[in-house]
């Protein structure tokens, strides 16, 4: 783009359209001082509401200078805010839909050729129905990002290890479905809409596999204008502005299918330098969310009794973890996994000696091969996975 066409008096461009998603207008808001000569950050949001929302949501709600729930937030943050309309669905969850992924990596690559995007400084998040669409895609594509932010958002079924490696950030109201913080709905926003049970169960995963994260439980409600939510808001944009994304690093995870809500779960078959060449039948589990307690809180004492239980929930699928352990020592766990790769660079390992890995318990010494084929690494060992 060598020229901008911006809203009157504001820094929001007038949205753009990639040819092939013709319904989904893309806005971008330009913080005070862009320099198109430095590099900066980009936060992708993912914008609220329902199957009707209109494709000017993500400026009327969220970027318009009068009342938009992020301004006045996002107008001096080291990052251009990207906030595309989300794809038409016939349910409410249309971020979670079947192609999302690659609407967003198309987003992603419009916004990188307009504007000098530092790649590595990528902030990947939504709120409400775009905080849905961040426990999916987030899980889906946590290896492209610096961090994800999990705002007001809900989930079904999901491995939360697919996060290892890039840092989260959960936001979520305390009183989320409380009458008093949902007007102007004529009563409480259900508990199974976006109650706040799915983000102390994330919390609770998180913290039993080792994901990095930041659990910020605040006081507000369900809509962004809340002065306890805007704190919440300028707690996760400090937080953002310190986040890099780590392409080497020492945890990570290919779950394969993964995501949450519906409609079924999606599979990706690579995340940072794994990847799962091949699989055999057999079955992995999944967290699955329960909730307890009554849908809908008229009261405090029937919001207190909402929470949850977590189970299991198996599928047909496979999944790989890694952990680099320093030395030239790698260590990995394949479920239904018969053929792996891993990609290496130096950062990682002394590529010129021998790397002893441990797979199932399993120990193998390998060399590595060179391999130019992946921008972030140099070389690769492929791996059978022992019987």
Not at 118 to 139: C, N
Request: hydrophobic letters at 35%; charged letters at 20%.
């Amino acid at each position: 783009m060598t020229s901008f066409d911006f809203y009157p008096g504001d820094r929001v461009l007038k949205p753009w359209i990639l040819p092939e998603y013709p319904d989904c207008p893309v806005y971008a808001l330009i913080p005070s001082g862009y320099d198109p000569g430095q590099p900066i950050g980009l936060f992708f949001f993912m914008h609220g509401g329902d199957r009707n929302s209109t494709p000017d949501q993500p400026y009327t709600t969220y970027l318009n200078p009068e009342n938009g729930g992020l301004r006045p937030h996002i107008d001096n943050i080291p990052f251009i805010t990207v906030a595309p309309a989300a794809p038409p669905a016939a349910e409410d969850r249309r971020w979670n839909c079947a192609g999302v992924s690659d609407f967003i990596l198309a987003v992603i690559e419009d916004a990188c050729r307009k504007f000098n995007i530092e790649r590595d400084r990528i902030i990947f998040g939504g709120h409400s129905m775009g905080g849905f669409g961040a426990y999916h895609q987030g899980a889906l594509l946590a290896d492209r990002f610096a961090g994800v932010w999990l705002s007001a958002g809900a989930w079904l079924e999901e491995d939360f290890k697919g996060f290892l490696g890039t840092p989260v950030y959960i936001m979520h109201a305390k009183y989320d479905c409380a009458r008093h913080y949902s007007a102007p709905h004529p009563e409480p926003r259900h508990h199974d809409w976006c109650g706040v049970s799915f983000a102390r169960a994330a919390h609770e995963l998180m913290l039993r596999d080792g994901v990095e994260h930041v659990y910020d439980e605040h006081d507000g409600g369900h809509g962004l204008g809340w002065e306890p939510t805007q704190m919440a808001l300028t707690r996760f944009l400090r937080w953002a502005g310190r986040q890099k994304r780590a392409p080497y690093a020492p945890r990570c995870a290919v779950v394969t299918p993964n995501g949450s809500c519906n409609p079924d779960l999606e599979c990706s078959l690579k995340s940072r330098y794994l990847e799962i060449l091949e699989t055999v039948p057999g079955k992995i589990e999944l967290d699955k969310i329960c909730l307890t307690g009554p849908n809908v809180a008229w009261t405090i004492d029937e919001l207190e009794a909402q929470s949850f239980f977590l189970k299991k929930a198996a599928h047909e699928g496979a999944r790989l973890t890694a952990e680099n352990l320093g030395g030239n020592r790698f260590r990995f766990h394949a479920e239904n996994v018969g053929k792996f790769l891993c990609r290496l660079h130096p950062a990682m390992a002394d590529l010129s000696a021998p790397l002893k890995i441990e797979v199932n318990g399993r120990s193998l010494t390998l060399r590595a091969d060179a391999d130019a084929s992946h921008p972030d690494y140099t070389a690769k060992i492929t791996v059978e996975t022992p019987e």
